[in-house]
């Protein structure tokens, strides 16, 4: 069997980009990267245009999955939620002036990351007390008992079950 040899590994980061650009699934990966890398760029000149640049790294944007013409914004708040609903037409006129023209922005709140770690107390392991078996769960093992044989890998089994649980 004769392989083609490897390729060079001395490519540059532009030889890397043309292939992303080239390839059939990593191409439109790649672009709407870019995209959305721009989208972000004129998000903030826009906010900063109002007045609202210090929310510009509190915003995730995207296009709603409808079409290019409606934008979706997540945010980490209600408070900024609330600022950016108030100031949503001064917003719309900024991003159409910068070339981006959309017809409508929706503001959703985004789940916010749970900072809390449950872990179970060393004190629960060490005082969980050993339940043993109930009366009418002790007299069906007592009854199977009496009837495997005595020489019963199961029998064996079941007396060992029967005398580590407690009464």
Not at 104 to 109: N, P, Y
Not at 128 to 155: H, M
Request: net charge positive; glycine share 6%; charged share 30%.
């Amino acid at each position: 069997m004769n392989f083609s040899p490897k390729p060079p590994r001395k490519q540059t980061a532009h030889d890397w980009l043309e292939y992303l650009r080239q390839s059939n699934g990593l191409g439109g990966i790649l672009a709407k990267t870019e995209d959305l890398a721009k989208l972000k760029v004129t998000l903030s000149k826009a906010l900063s245009n109002i007045g609202l640049e210090h929310l510009s790294s509190k915003i995730e944007a995207g296009w709603h999955s409808g079409g290019q013409d409606e934008l979706f914004l997540q945010v980490g708040s209600a408070s900024i939620a609330t600022r950016l609903q108030q100031n949503l037409p001064s917003l719309i006129k900024e991003l159409s002036v910068l070339g981006l023209p959309c017809k409508g922005i929706k503001v959703k709140m985004k789940p916010s990351p749970a900072n809390w770690e449950v872990k179970p107390r060393a004190d629960d392991q060490k005082n969980q007390k050993i339940v043993g078996f109930n009366a009418v769960a002790k007299k069906s093992w007592e009854d199977l008992l009496d009837k495997l044989a005595p020489d019963s890998e199961l029998r064996k089994t079941v007396e060992r079950l029967l005398q580590r649980k407690p009464k």
